[in-house]
């Protein structure tokens, strides 16, 4: 691996290793989310990395839902602020974000943190499940309460686009769909109104950018398959509601492409009527 890969991947993940060794003890926030599973406080509770605080993805993490924004539509700067400071972030904190999900829902608070303005913020490889495995110390019981924070957010720090611009983004880059292939393919659809996907976009499932241990791949594994799927055009991504895709932003990242979301994705393109959808393969 060279240099310019060591620090494409350090600049976005930090090892089980590294956070126990930091000298510098940064603020860890627990995202644990998943589709279908509305119990991440519950999980936290029962078990979490000792002075993590427990983020809710579906109230912190996004605005409330509506079909017009989607499901997850971004927070105001104001708002992920508000949030930041509650858990406890100052202007130099470091931040390492985890879930138990290969990082598929810590990579929005990553997104959020870094859009805000934050840089020093990454992702646990390998999550809740890799902090098990090390052996490390678990807390549980009452969830921890940090002293307030002074961070100021502004928006802005990376791209975001809209539904037009996706409509659009084919002509000149590559619009990547970041959820199951089934779902690309408008096989079924088990949340949004219509299933299928934006025309010209192509298929590229978030779950590909892990191993098998939940890991992300090696840097150069993404950079061979982002390579492939985008060959050098601007890259921007969508998933179902604007969470995986941030995950995809983040190996993107890894392998040193740079790549705009959009965040009202799926949910919102399909409750547009308006807008035309694509089925079967790309």
């Known amino acids: 691996m ?8 350090s600049d976005v993940l930090t090892t089980v290793e590294e956070l126990r060794a930091a000298a510098t003890v940064p603020v860890v926030l627990d995202v644990r989310w998943a589709l279908g599973d509305p119990n991440g406080r519950r999980h936290y509770l029962a078990g979490h ?5 427990y983020v809710d993805l579906d109230t912190e993490l996004a605005e409330p839902p509506s079909p017009a924004a989607g499901r997850h539509p971004l927070p105001s700067p104001s708002d992920l602020q508000a949030a930041a400071r509650r858990w406890g972030i100052r202007a130099a904190s470091p931040v390492v974000v985890y879930d138990a999900v290969g990082g598929t829902s810590a990579a929005r608070a990553w997104w959020l943190l870094r859009w805000g303005g934050l840089r020093d913020v990454r992702i646990l490889d390998g999550g809740w499940t890799a902090w098990q495995a090390s052996g490390a110390a678990v807390a549980s019981g009452e969830e921890v309460v940090r002293e307030a924070g002074d961070v100021t957010l502004r928006g802005g720090g990376l791209p975001v686009i809209d539904g037009d611009a996706a409509a659009a983004w084919p002509t000149r880059g590559v619009l990547l769909d970041a959820r199951a292939a089934e779902r690309f393919r408008g096989e079924l659809e088990p949340v949004d109104p219509r299933a299928g996907h934006i025309p010209g976009a192509r298929s590229a499932p978030t779950t590909a950018n892990l191993a098998e241990d939940g890991r992300f791949r090696s840097t150069e594994e993404l950079r061979t398959r982002f390579s492939e799927l985008a060959a050098d055009r601007p890259v921007a991504v969508y998933c179902g509601s604007g969470v995986t895709a941030a995950h995809q932003v983040a190996a993107l990242a890894v392998a040193g492409i740079d790549a705009a979301l959009y965040p009202g994705s799926w949910s919102q393109w399909s409750n547009d009527p308006d807008r035309p959808v694509a089925t079967g393969p790309e």
């Open 49 to 53: 990395i000792p002075g993590a605080v």
């Open 2 to 9: 060279s240099d310019n890969d060591d620090r494409s991947r």
